[in-house]
């Protein structure tokens, strides 16, 4: 019973200078790099009573804000409560789990709107930002917190950061690719987000494979009250998951569309989960792993295709599929992937994430390659997929074959790039915790003295037991 | 304290094929529906361009989703985790109020659509959906979580899957009855979803009366953090309740009016809740019980009035006596309806939704009946209660009438469809646990060993204690 | 160990009679007062169809309900489950937390109704609400949530209700004098909301300094999961923020910018926070207190500037700083204000709440001052200081120092109010309970016999032991 704690011990993750520099480092940039770029764009500006007489406007509710920020909001909570608290189901990483995803959100959105800002609102050498770029803001980093839910309670707050950094920078240009060279539509992201970002924490948890990691097996599990707490965050993924998909597609059907979509395709996925949970149980008893998770495989799946017509029994079917693929991963692949691939995914986004979000690509091109003139009609065929200018001419089966190469991209970029960033964050300088000591609070927050120290100081000889 | 466990024991509870099954039969039936009947309505389809031209609408933000889609979400949010969390006040059931809660609205949502979709969204053989009947969906779905309420903890899911797919037929009817037939307002539900789902609920649970339920009754109380994980329920129900009666109003006046009057009585009947919960209890201690329900009664109650001229002062007084009703009903009906008619009502729904939801049916007939054009206006008169095509000669006290006839509907459609669904739950072929493993989420659910496992496992003889 | 129990249980707070009575005869006013005085505004009545009409409105669209209920639903949250759950950190004080801010908040928002309506909304004789005064009247509920904070575990469920009904009374005149009379800006309101409230429940806590409190030391922290729940309030404060300070602007680019500029100022907030919380910590871990307070100085920071052309840059500059200053408050000032001043203040507001409303008054009058027409556009100037009628030649330096003069006021009010209010609160006849019974929900709650219940009920020599 006696572990070799010296081996551990002699990890240094002491952080009360490395991370205030970087936090404070960085932030000081983001400062000069919004004060030499980000601007309010038009609709945000002072200027907009004459703008709106410009534009013919006749009323303020025509402001974009009253088109999305209600949906900005969903999206927001999504971020930091859906993935914050999904992630608190750890018996004792919810300080972790919870906080850390704030940190890195919080950097995160900065960043991505500098980024996403030079690709995509960059205009006489400004950034000009609406509530749109909050939205896609919020985006950007949600395939971050995707790629934490692999490296969960592995690494140190240092490691997240650097990854957020370099991961919002990956994540704007391969969204770039998609969007502005490929012409790809992807409103809800099951490729920019969920596929790449799966792929690319599942790259980085394979770089950083940690051979030991059983050794605290005892702390990987969840207990009753922390399996609630990941509740409230797969609540909340799951009711505004249409406002995900929906948020920034076009004005009017579209947002409208989406959300049914994906209303219908989340509803089908419970059912299909529930099934295969109990299925696959020995004793045909739920398993909370499957219900926090798989059942909102739905959402990602019809990421691309929720604003096109793929209809609400498309979505049915989308939202089954996805989650018995899912749960059926949660049980046979995440070993698999654990043992012969030593790919160790905390949170199983691969289960979540990465393979329905290949599925929400593959539907998304399918979707995209059937669509006619007759089913969308003729100005909202063009509208739909913006064949104008120069995509005047191009055919539905053309943009579905684009819009597979968005997928080939997308993984592309994830492995290549998580496997960089896995290498940067493999140096031994930022501060990450030995095995023993993985899926521990105590490690980098100030954890309260209670009832449960007994259990929870067992591995920390530092500190005297709690009389 | 030895128990006759072999007698419990014989319960089969085992739901690795019936679950799946049920579950995998149904949504392939959903599919099946859905393919041939629904479609986008005109609002949610990419024909809208054309559709917009038509309608001469010169905007977007006149789509309907705009009106709504605020509301429906919030809406959303009530069902899954207002419900859900505020049924998780059970030490050991957590599991099973979020989880089977979860369940049971994912079906019933895409049953509802269908059914709904035939009485009310039915043209040329097509069903056409938009964000108004994701909302009505998930309003009859509320129907199914109060009745829910009465039965928490004693059925499997396979009961409530099967309760859910009547009760949403039911519900359907009844409110096509009410809405289309009679002709009467109620878009707060108080009739529809309040007194028939309470009503229904009660019914159910005295067929399926269980005569030694006293032997779960350590597992019928709280622990002091299952209070608090209650209270977000609650809340979410309390601070949403005004987009919940205000969701499906006429667009302008009359939602802005059914949110108004929901804030005011909800707020007073917090007020009084405290005071009888203080003044009811010996020592004068509040009862989490009644702060976690009473205080809702209030919404209840201003279901069927909210969007009618009830007046700011009007609700406060229907919101302080509901909070008294209520309060009372929990102290002194509660005990009485076990004891005497055998009616276990595990969440006291007759408190919540079936008194105050009786209360909401009068106030709504009688404030019709009050209504005079001086009041409402000569055009606001016909809008607010639809006095057009063949109702263009009824009078307010003939809606009155009508009103109230919808309340009488309302429970023989309760009593008779309850009577009937409870016999068709106690067949013993759907895997409901023994009185003695009621309230406890091990019978179908994966439960972590914890530190609490020693009191959990007490029951629970296939498992050995955890070392 | 034995403690001088009798000295403790010689408090008498038994509220069986006094909390009725207070709660009924308030609820009683409030229904004559509302009666008397409270009607719909045009808006929410139905009237609307002419009021359309002759205002030239073309759709019901331009109903203020949907510029604002979105953000209104957000403030309502954060009023009732961000400040509820964000006080839950305290071990066993979770149902007071959650409990009595329900409470006073539900009687402040209908007091504050009357006492805005009455400064605000009075026209003949009456007072017509609608949407906007819905989020008024929680603005000024935040304020007493605030001050809740200072007092938060030592005060009875009468003290609250009695200090509500001053301080709203006090912050509505407070309004009026900074917003009639000063014409000074503040729509996220960090003079009158956070300022006035913060220094008003120091002032309070100040007068009912409890010099024996650390015999109830043992209760004044937090454990596991106590944390969580309070992060869930956090978070919610921190997501909607944007929606709080946005919530009462001018619709359009007003509104649309509030939320920018709240949502960067946020953003670096978290950043400092997190940095200073590991520099000053021997350590260097991350402390829970700081995490769940100082990242929301940077909504109060920008309370009073954010509708104004503060640019992002700007905006990460307020909110880079308030954090730090919170995070230093937290670790340095708390203690002295408690040693040196007397000053008891549990949840540390002067750090979340006085001190960043300082400086958000500051930030406001400085970008008043700093105002141009070539920034604002000519139009956009006037329409953002409301620079009509008599304030028609006012200048932005003159308004700067208005804006300051807003700040005194603010300050002035709240130390007087305060004193006369804590003098109030002293007298003997409010059931608080004895200092070595503070911070303990048992008081006045009815707490469920739980796994923890030795631990509980070790000051409570009344209850047995559970067996």
């Not at 049914?260 to 739920?286: D, E, H, P």
């Not at 599929?321 to 030593?342: A, D, N, Q």
Request: hydrophobic share 45%.
């Amino acid at each position: 019973l006696q572990r070799p704690r010296h081996q551990g011990m002699a990890k240094n993750t002491y952080m009360r200078w490395r991370l205030p520099l970087v936090c404070l480092l960085w932030e000081g940039a983001m400062i000069v790099l919004f004060g030499v770029f980000v601007r309010f764009g038009a609709e945000a500006d002072a200027h907009w009573e004459e703008e709106k007489r410009e534009m013919n406007l006749t009323s303020d509710i025509e402001n974009d804000f009253y088109f999305r920020y209600p949906s900005f909001q969903d999206v927001h909570v999504m971020i930091f409560v859906g993935f914050g608290f999904l992630m608190t189901f750890l018996k004792r990483y919810g300080f972790g789990a919870v906080g850390f995803n704030f940190l890195l959100a919080a950097f995160g959105i900065q960043w991505a709107l500098l980024m996403q800002g030079w690709f995509h609102s960059f205009k006489d050498g400004k950034i000009f930002i609406g509530v749109e770029n909050l939205i896609n803001a919020d985006f950007c980093v949600g395939s971050v917190c995707i790629a934490f839910g692999a490296i969960l309670g592995k690494t140190s707050p240092i490691q997240l950061l650097v990854m957020t950094l370099f991961q919002v920078t990956l994540f704007s240009v391969n969204e770039y690719i998609l969007l502005n060279l490929l012409h790809v539509k992807d409103a809800g992201g099951s490729m920019t987000i969920h596929t790449f970002g799966a792929y690319f924490g599942l790259t980085v948890t394979r770089i950083l494979y940690r051979p030991n990691l059983e050794q605290s097996k005892d702390k990987q599990g969840s207990v009753y009250h922390s399996d609630l707490f990941a509740m409230i965050g797969t609540l909340y993924l799951w009711m505004y998951w249409p406002s995900f998909n929906s948020a920034i597609s076009d004005h009017g059907d579209a947002q409208h569309r989406s959300a049914i979509n994906t209303y219908c395709s989340l509803a089908a996925c419970v059912l299909t989960t529930m099934a295969f949970s109990s299925m696959l149980q020995k004793k045909g008893k739920l398993d909370m792993v499957h219900i926090q998770n798989a059942t909102l495989a739905g959402g990602v799946a019809v990421g691309t295709s929720a604003e096109m017509m793929l209809t609400p029994y498309g979505s049915l079917i989308v939202g089954s599929i996805s989650g018995i693929v899912s749960t059926v991963g949660y049980v046979y692949f995440t070993p698999f992937l654990e043992s012969r691939l030593h790919i160790q995914d905390t949170c199983g986004i691969h289960n979540l994430h990465a393979m329905p979000g290949l599925i929400g690509g593959i539907v998304g091109a399918v979707t995209a390659a059937a669509a006619t003139e007759e089913v969308y009609g003729k100005e909202g065929f063009i509208k739909a997929f913006d064949f104008t200018g120069v995509y005047q001419k191009r055919t539905p089966s053309v943009q579905g074959g684009f819009q597979a190469a968005g997928i080939v991209v997308s993984l592309l970029m994830a492995f290549v790039g998580g496997a960089i960033v896995g290498g940067i964050l493999k140096l031994p300088i930022w501060g990450d915790a030995a095995a023993e000591n993985c899926f521990e609070d105590d490690v980098y927050w100030e954890v309260p003295e209670d009832e449960e120290s007994d259990v929870y100081h067992m591995h920390n000889p530092d500190k005297p037991a709690s009389p």
